[in-house]
């Protein structure tokens, strides 16, 4: 389908606000109407949202998100309403000019007569409500952790604290309990709920799920090794997980540039083996690879790698080394590391003591001028070698 320059109405964002807004323009008599999403298809984060309560009011029935979502693209379609999928909205001019860039499309600019902005909102980060932590890996927004669940078929966990009482807080301690999950208990700073009653009732009383209200989290203090993501489906889909139009062939020589080609080969099924949940049928050392192809795979323009190899015995760690090496080529690389043989080719080292600076340099540098550092490599490397050999 060919895009056009200018369109009567453009909509951006297809969740349940934009599809009406769409709909609705063309019940009024526009002509041309766009909705612009930035996901594969139509139906925004209702597609992830698979409990009941929805379309009561409107349709007269109770629906799930999915189910909800798709009466509208239903009328939506019908209606001859185009759309862009996959693509971003880069900016929108005062004079309704709209900067676009997608896969399919490319760079393009498309002018507008009435824009309808029908986004929704962002949950709040970690860092973003100033929640200080130690390495805490594993904290997720709710929507995270219910995209996770409901639609890429992976379990974030196995213990859960939910901050906050709003309704998807409590939905998701409910959702995370029927997938065998322990929710400890939902924490609210505020004196009183902020989701419904019924959902207090039906999500939180009903599983024994404790709600302490005038509570919230101080601190994360996380002392555990992060763990490589891997979801549900074969080795290939973990690959290509970043970049899903690659080619088998782009998929091979990923992996083969990760130190991963042989093992996954000499698996039964291959680069089609499924992948069992949480990765229990791979060990750490190939679960690390496969990360470091799927990375490998989207050529980032910045790296960060925050422990890559502490987990691993030494010939493990010189097959993730090797790896990371070649995915460190020609980008700019940021690594977080506890062993030095990790680091010991960077271009700038950062010796970190009690949170704070203690020297930076080359690794030539610190061995001559930072007693720490050279501490750190007696312990681990062995002292009274040639320097150089290291």
Do not use: W
Not at 110 to 130: D, K, N, Y
Not at 259 to 265: C, S
Request: one cysteine or more; aromatic letters at 6%; charged letters at 20%.
């Amino acid at each position: 389908m060919a895009i056009k320059d200018l369109y009567d109405v453009v909509v951006i964002g297809s969740g349940p606000g934009g599809l009406a807004a769409a709909i609705s323009a063309k019940k009024a008599g526009a002509d041309d109407v766009l909705i612009i999403e930035r996901d594969v298809e139509l139906g925004g984060i209702l597609l992830q949202c698979i409990h009941n309560g929805f379309g009561v009011e409107i349709f007269k029935e109770d629906l799930p998100g999915p189910g909800y979502a798709q009466r509208f693209i239903n009328d939506t379609l019908a209606l001859g309403v185009e759309t862009m999928m996959d693509t971003m909205v880069l900016d929108v001019t005062p004079h309704r000019q709209i900067y676009v860039s997608s896969k399919t499309y490319g760079f393009k600019v498309i002018q507008a007569r009435a824009i309808v902005l029908a986004m929704g909102c962002r949950e709040r980060t970690r860092s973003q409500i100033r929640l200080p932590g130690t390495r805490p890996s594993g904290v997720y927004t709710a929507g995270t952790a219910q995209r996770f669940t409901n639609v890429e078929g992976f379990m974030p966990g196995k213990n859960f604290v939910i901050l906050g009482s709003g309704d998807i807080g409590m939905i998701m301690a409910r959702r995370l309990t029927f997938e065998g999950a322990k929710v400890e208990r939902v924490l609210e700073i505020m004196p009183f709920l902020t989701g419904l009653t019924r959902n207090y009732v039906q999500c939180l009383l009903d599983y024994d799920i404790p709600l302490q209200l005038q509570h919230t989290v101080k601190r994360i203090i996380g002392n555990d090794l992060q763990e490589t993501v891997l979801f549900s489906g074969t080795i290939k889909d973990n690959i290509r997980y970043g970049y899903p139009q690659a080619s088998d062939d782009e998929v091979i020589e990923a992996a083969k540039a990760a130190q991963a080609h042989e093992f996954i080969i000499a698996m039964p099924d291959g680069y089609d083996t499924p992948v069992e949940q949480r990765g229990t049928n791979l060990s750490g050392g190939q679960k690390q690879r496969i990360a470091i192809a799927r990375a490998l795979l989207v050529k980032p323009r910045i790296l960060i790698l925050d422990d890559s190899t502490s987990a691993v015995d030494v010939d493990t760690e010189v097959h993730i080394q090797n790896a990371l090496e070649e995915l460190m080529r020609g980008r700019t690389s940021f690594v977080i590391a506890q062993r030095i043989s990790t680091v010991l080719n960077a271009d700038r080292i950062i010796v970190m003591e009690n949170g704070q600076i203690a020297a930076i340099g080359t690794h030539a540098e610190l061995l001559a001028n930072s007693p720490i550092y050279r501490e750190i490599f007696d312990s681990q490397l062995g002292s009274g070698g040639n320097n150089n050999e290291h």
